[in-house]
């Protein structure tokens, strides 16, 4: 069995902007509060953290960042990927010496290699550093994913400990964990999966709404692992339309539209992103205060 490296909820961090940089000092009062709310990791850089548009430069001093201000309290986890699998190496090196814990390796895109070529690349990656390695699974941004030999092969490498699955193909994970158990983890990289996935097997979920809502998601996820089926179901649900509203957009537009509204004022997002139109800001805060949010 591969080493969990973190089980429950995971925040999917969101990178805050103020006058077109990253915006440090709100960066480390997130930090505090996913902490101070028994959030089990920190994933910094992903979808969520906008990494598509920080700089190299932008991009390692927000893990750097990330690492110092947690300061071992819960593990970090680095987004590194890249569609050039040389640039992947580097930012996965250049993470791991700033202290990352683990490192978040999206399937390339655009490229649209072959699952051979897909395999090369994580190998690739994961010879040259020396921290755990989780699968980014998400077809509907980067137009391929694995299949379930490739899956086999990757669960073979000692860093590769497991994925980030957000492909919504319950079959392939089924056999995933049939075929290949513990030796590959999964953990939820879609809200509303977070107890599908866990039915399976997952151990988690990295997560978009404990962004708002830390503490209800590492609780829904402590209830299921502690055997609390029912009283996690009952929370997981009442928590289905915040989930989906969350998504009324692109990620991470409404999330950040949401913390604004929270008055944690974690600015806009980097083009080609943009605000949420009315219809849907509106239908956001009204669901949100439906869940009990104080809008």
């Not at 050039?84 to 190496?89: F, G, K, P, Y």
């Given at each position: 069995m591969k080493t969990p490296v973190f089980t429950g909820s995971a925040v999917a961090i969101v990178t805050p902007f103020r006058d077109g940089k990253?915006?440090?000092?709100?960066?480390?009062?997130?930090?505090?509060?996913?902490?101070?709310?028994?959030?089990?990791?920190?994933?910094?850089?992903?979808?969520?953290?906008?990494?598509?548009?920080?700089?190299?430069?932008?991009?390692?001093?927000?893990?750097?960042?990330?690492?110092?201000?947690?300061?071992?309290?819960?593990?970090?986890v680095a987004g590194t990927?890249?569609?050039?699998?040389?640039?992947?190496?580097?930012?996965?090196?250049e993470a791991c010496k700033l202290?990352?814990?683990?490192?978040?390796?999206?399937?390339?895109?655009y490229n649209k290699t072959t699952q051979h070529g897909l395999i090369k690349?994580?190998?690739?990656?994961?010879?040259?550093?020396?921290?755990?390695i989780i699968l980014y699974h998400i077809p509907a941004r980067c137009v391929m994913g694995y299949t379930l030999e490739t899956y086999k092969e990757l669960s073979k490498h000692e860093r590769i400990v497991g994925?980030?699955?957000?492909?919504?193909?319950?079959?392939?994970?089924?056999?995933?964990?049939?075929?290949?158990?513990?030796?590959?983890?999964?953990?939820?990289?879609?809200d509303n999966e977070t107890l599908p996935i866990m039915a399976l097997g997952g151990l988690g979920?990295?997560?978009?709404?404990?962004?708002?809502?830390?503490?209800?998601?590492?609780?829904?996820?402590?209830?299921?692992?502690?055997?609390?089926?029912?009283?996690?179901?009952?929370?997981?649900?009442?928590?289905?339309?915040l989930m989906d509203a969350l998504g009324c957009e692109v990620n991470p537009v409404p999330v950040k539209a949401a913390m604004n509204m929270l008055g944690m004022d974690v600015g806009g997002v980097r083009m080609p992103l943009c605000d949420m139109l009315p219809k849907n800001a509106e239908m956001l805060k009204t669901v949100m205060k439906d869940y009990g949010l104080a809008v």
């Open positions: 990253v915006n440090f000092d709100k960066f480390g009062e997130l930090i505090d509060q996913q902490v101070g709310q028994g959030t089990q990791a920190i994933i910094v850089c992903g979808t969520t953290g906008e990494a598509s548009t920080l700089t190299d430069e932008e991009h390692l001093a927000t893990i750097g960042y990330a690492v110092k201000r947690t300061a071992g309290r819960i593990p970090v990927g890249a569609n050039d699998t040389r640039h992947a190496v580097e930012l996965s090196t202290g990352a814990d683990a490192l978040l390796i999206v399937t390339p895109y690349h994580y190998h690739t990656i994961a010879d040259r550093v020396d921290k755990p994925v980030k699955e957000a492909s919504g193909d319950f079959k392939l994970m089924a056999q995933l964990r049939a075929h290949v158990g513990d030796d590959m983890l999964i953990w939820s990289g879609n979920v990295i997560s978009v709404a404990t962004n708002i809502i830390p503490a209800e998601m590492q609780a829904i996820c402590k209830l299921w692992l502690d055997g609390n089926v029912k009283e996690s179901e009952r929370r997981f649900l009442k928590a289905i339309p």
